[in-house]
């Protein structure tokens, strides 16, 4: 009953992902506390929304299959094969049939959500590069409003004021319309909010609208990942009023709700951060957020001895606080230090266990980096397009507004043992170890976009992911496994799906475009192309449908091991581990908000793809270590695109 809904996401994790669903930024600001006031109640949908369906084991096999078929030479696909056909008719039919008993106990959820979660939070590995993406907003149109204090001020308030729309049940509910002149308008609202909550989605199904899940909202604020022991836990304390400042290394606390939970004067907001930056205190010699770039375990064992030094109350502040905002001291010279930034900083001015960070640099250039266990980009989206929307448009302070008084500013005064001072060194070092292996590259493509792919009648994205098989074939002569996330928020707690990009077409028609385009004509390469942006079309349509199939064998594997079960021969077969070893992890976003976003590479020899179709240019922001070359890659993408384009304009390809 779903359409297809192009929802995509930026990846992270061994197989996850941040859905996104890109949406037109809100109707205009409410007055007062809110950003907007929906007539209809944010959770309006939610309880109606449709269950997150099971495939079919033979389709999931199936699908495999075909995601195997350009990675595996004859005679290891015939083994792959052999490998499903025992486990279709074997030990997958009883998984598969405890995984639907299961789900029909679990009404109030989906089949992968509780999976979902226990992957995030049982990985060790540290958060940063491995999992927490950043997107990065474009700057205040009005210049002058990108002053560090004016915009941090700014997005402080227009965040809270996020928050309490939210809480107050106003926030606009995450509809997809697929006919908006006649879902998204003041009629349809006023008669859908009558409509009980157990039928609205019903409602919103008939005129072709697609409410999302926005169960992992709530975890926009107040909220973070505590390091524990083998699992970690998510924390949220909806009753804290106080925002976490980091500075330098440096962590304050000041409230921004009052006892009434309303906004504190954005003046009085204003004012507090003027004299955070005021503040002339150094780095401190142990900067305590390093901590947060550990591997879990280890920061988990010294969070404990933290707390047996008398820092438990110290360390609630920093968990409760609504969110975190990071003021860096120095302006941004690029892209390329742009990114850097943004993903990993230098280590002390970040707390990266928080759901988010909202950073904001020395010359105003402002993103977000985010924790990913508690949810995908959906939430993280909305609140990104909102608090964009809001400080830009209805800015809470001008440039001009100079603070009158200055409140107190609580600086937190950590008591570090010797063990923890040696945990910090440690961290420091391995930090820095890791980033300094990290390349990013990135690239703009100014010959044509969507509107020019769009006329070919190929998909955007299509092409998009052809010229990375393109330009990994050239660079490493091979086609690889390859990773791009796709949201399934139109269902009830649903998270990601896999869309597998290379394929049997993808590899024909690069093989055709690297190796040999002087034997094809003009038309034949067209053909191709279409080929592949025919099939692109299906498999997005499928994981937005909840039917591909990396979900599926991930939730019956999950079964298997909570049965302490031997895995089932089929996860074993080395055909698995490879194509779950994501050397090309890609992602894409467009929202009149973003201006850049990326991530790490998932595996030590990967690439981490960020990359977006405009209208009439392609961006790509890429990151590698040292087994890769981004640079490299990137001359190569461009290759792929040029080459296209001249296909598609009936030109002859150069060699």
Known sequence: MVPRLLLRAWPRGPAAGLGVACRPLSAGPGPGPYLQRSIV?????????????????????????????????????????????SFENGIGKELHKQLVAKDKQNKHTSYISGPWFDMYLTARDPIVLNYNPFIVFHPDPKSEY??????????????????KTLRAGLLEPEVF????????????KRLIRFVPSSLSWYGAYLVNAYPLDMSQYFRLFNSTR?????????????????????????????????????????SEIQAR????????????????????????????????????????????????????????????????????????????????????NLIVAKDGTAA?????????????????????????????????????????????????????????????????????????????????????????????????????????????GQTVATYESCSTAAFKHGRTETVRPASIF?????????????????????????????????????????????????ALRHIAAAQGMVLPELYLDPAYGQINHNILSTSTLSSPAVNLGGFAPVVSDGFGVGYAVHDNWIGCNVSSYPSRNAREFLQCVEKALEDMFDALEGKSIKT
């Open 506 to 554: 993808t590899k024909r028609c690069s093989e055709a475009f690297v190796r040999e385009p002087s034997r094809h004509s003009a038309g034949e390469l067209q053909h191709m192309m279409a080929e592949c942006s025919k099939y692109h079309n299906q498999l997005t349509k499928e994981a937005a449908m909840g039917q591909g199939f990396d979900r599926h064998l991930f």
């Open 226 to 266: 505590l390091p524990k022991p083998r699992r970690d836990e998510l924390f949220t304390d909806e009753q804290a009023r106080h925002l976490l400042v980091l500075r330098k290394g440096n962590l304050y606390v000041f409230d921004v709700l009052d006892q009434e939970g309303n906004i504190v004067s954005p």
């Open 146 to 163: 990108n002053d560090q204090l004016t915009r941090a001020t700014n997005m402080t308030v227009s965040a809270l004021r996020f928050l």
């Open 273 to 356: 951060l003027q004299s955070i930056l005021s503040d002339h205190s150094p780095v401190p010699e142990f900067p305590l957020a390093y901590l947060t770039s550990e591997n879990r375990d280890v920061w988990a064992q010294l969070r404990q001895e933290l707390v047996a030094g008398d820092n438990e109350e110290l360390l609630r502040k920093v968990d409760s606080a609504v969110f975190c905002l990071c003021l860096d001291d120095f302006p941004i010279q690029d892209l390329v230090h742009l990114s850097h930034t943004m993903l990993h900083g230098d280590g002390t001015n970040r707390w990266f266990d928080k759901s988010f």
């Open 177 to 188: 319309h697929l006919n908006p002149a006649k879902s998204d308008t003041d009629t349809f």
């Open 41 to 85: 109640p944010t959770m309006h949908y939610q309880d109606s929304l449709p269950r997150l369906p099971i495939p079919k084991l033979e389709d999931t096999m199936k699908r495999y299959l075909s995601a195997q078929k350009p990675l595996l030479d004859d005679s290891h696909f015939r083994k792959t094969e052999q490998f499903c056909k």
């Open 368 to 476: 977000v980096n985010f924790e990913h266990a508690w949810g995908d980009g959906v939430a993280v989206l909305r609140f990104f397009n909102e608090v964009f929307k809001d400080s830009t448009q209805t800015p809470a302070i001008p440039p001009q507004s100079r603070p009158s008084q200055t409140p107190a500013v609580q600086k937190l005064h950590f008591r570090l043992s010797d063990a923890v001072k040696a945990g910090i060194a440690s961290a420091k070092e391995k930090f820095e170890a890791t980033v300094n292996t990290l390349t990013v590259d990135c690239m703009q493509f100014h010959r044509g976009g969507k509107d020019f792919l769009k006329k070919q009648k190929l998909s955007p994205d299509a092409v998009a992911q052809l010229a990375f098989q393109m330009a990994f074939l050239r660079q490493y």
